[in-house]
């Protein structure tokens, strides 16, 4: 049987990041001119999206002199010139972006909001009908793509009652965790069956995402995968793969070192390499049911 | 309509995946055109015993994307059409609108294998490792929310 260590997904649930927000010089000089306008500190779930947080952001910049008429969907972050894709958690944002600190950024983290020039060719746009209609629609897409890697359908997410479907979203963007997790849980333990494969992505800073299939177990589920057995097969040049055990101290030693040199980094943490990659899914994945794994060199 | 295609990254499929049949060292299939198809087995194997992914990825390799109308979507003349595995899936999401004559405006909703939509930003490759059913992978394009 497959159990939820509650320890672990309120630790993560709970997980927040401090953030200053300043407001792009040439907005502030077109928007806000004559007004002092300082950075606005605040603290955001990781586990959540940046147009969950929008709305009380914006008032903030408003209410300090920011002549902003537009549309909460034309607002748009920014950090160290990359624009931030509102459709990632804000953990894997800030993970991936500061990838180069090895888990130990600076901080707050420091992102700049933009209320113009809304960069369609990098960001996907948000229906400003209903500016929540597009991150939950993308968030239950990531779902559905989930439950279709472990079970080859989506028929399990499909025969949760509407109401239930609808606690996964309401859940997340209220922060109530009973009502995220009590759905969320059947998800996860795939009703206590192990699921073919895992849903994974690996980042790396500036290149593709790397998806394919992870399977949990070797073929005759006498063997759990752990992370380094993925990551040996996915990055064999970054994560050599365990050669057999070695012989002799001096072998062992010199391992550990190469291993040393990378990290893989979930939920601003690094991650031991022999965590075994079903019960890392189980307890460590995002609400939208995938481990975004970021690797630093 | 075909010269237009002809520029884009997106080649029109003459070859049926039958046809394709030479393998490499990759697991991948070489076409006598010698554009590369990803071929998936039908018995997944373990990670550690699959071949290494070709992460140094050839800029030629191609995914064979198969369109499929659902409700009142038009039908296309020709479903088969190949994609560089690297492009995203904006990519496939512009060349149907352009193939189908649609505008920005007008609604047209893609799904894999009839269950998600992906992200504009997914890469076409990372799909088809994940997604593909016999060599295709398969596109399902409405002009309604079907599976939303």
């Not at chain 1, 229906?127 to 929540?132: P, V």
């Not at chain 2, 003459?14 to 394709?20: A, G, I, Q, V």
């Given at each position: 049987m497959q159990r939820i260590d509650t320890a672990v997904t309120h630790g993560i649930w709970d997980g927040q990041l401090p953030v200053r927000i300043s407001i792009d010089p040439t907005d502030a000089k077109t928007l806000a001119s004559g007004a002092i306008l300082h950075s606005h500190y605040t603290f955001m779930h990781r586990?959540?999206?940046?147009p969950l947080v929008t709305e009380s952001v914006r008032e903030v910049f408003v209410k300090s002199g920011v002549a902003f008429t537009g549309h909460d969907a034309d607002i748009w972050y920014e950090y160290r010139g990359v624009p931030l894709k509102w459709h990632y958690p804000i953990g894997l944002l800030h993970d991936l972006l500061t990838s180069q600190y090895r888990g130990s950024s600076p901080l707050p983290w420091h992102i700049i909001i933009h209320f113009t020039n809304f960069p369609t060719d990098k960001l996907i746009r948000i229906?400003?009908?209903?500016?929540?209609d597009t991150p939950h629609d993308s968030f239950m897409s990531m779902i559905k793509e989930a439950d279709y890697i472990r079970n080859g359908s989506i028929k399990k997410l499909m025969s949760l009652s509407k109401q239930d479907q609808t606690n996964l979203w309401q859940g997340l963007s209220s922060h109530d965790y009973d009502k995220f997790w009590n759905v969320n849980a059947r998800l996860v333990t795939n009703d206590n069956t192990i699921p073919k494969y895992i849903p994974l992505r690996v980042y790396l800073l500036d290149q593709p995402v790397i998806q394919e299939p992870v399977a949990p177990v070797d073929d005759n589920l006498d063997c759990e995968y752990t992370l380094r057995d993925i990551l040996g097969r996915m990055l064999p040049e970054i994560f050599p793969p365990s050669l057999d055990a070695p012989t002799t101290e001096g072998a062992d030693n010199t391992r550990k070192s190469d291993a040393s040199e990378a990290v893989a980094i979930l939920h601003g943490i690094v991650i031991p390499?022999?965590?075994?990659i079903l019960w890392l899914s189980q307890n460590c994945s995002y609400p939208d049911n995938f481990l975004h794994i970021v690797i630093c060199r | 309509m075909r010269g237009l295609h002809s520029r884009s990254i997106l080649t029109s499929k003459?070859?049926?995946?039958?046809?394709?049949t030479t393998l490499d060292r990759f697991g991948c299939v070489r076409s006598p055109s010698a554009s590369i198809v990803f071929t998936m087995s039908d018995n997944p194997t373990s990670p550690i015993s699959s071949?290494?992914?070709?992460?140094?990825?050839?800029?030629?390799a191609k995914v064979v994307v198969r369109f499929r109308a659902t409700g009142n979507a038009p039908i296309l003349k020709q479903n088969f059409y190949k994609i560089t595995a690297s492009q995203k899936f904006q990519t496939v999401m512009n060349f149907l609108r352009k193939e189908l004559n649609y505008k920005a405006q007008d609604p047209l909703f893609l799904y894999v294998n009839s269950a998600f939509a992906p992200a504009p930003d997914e890469i076409v490759g990372n799909l088809y490792k994940c997604f593909g059913t016999e060599g295709n992978l398969i596109i399902n394009y409405s002009t309604t929310a079907a599976w939303g």
């Open positions: 586990c959540s999206y940046l229906n400003a009908a209903n500016i929540i390499i022999e965590t075994p | 003459r070859d049926t995946p039958t046809r394709l071949p290494p992914t070709p992460r140094t990825a050839n800029p030629a």
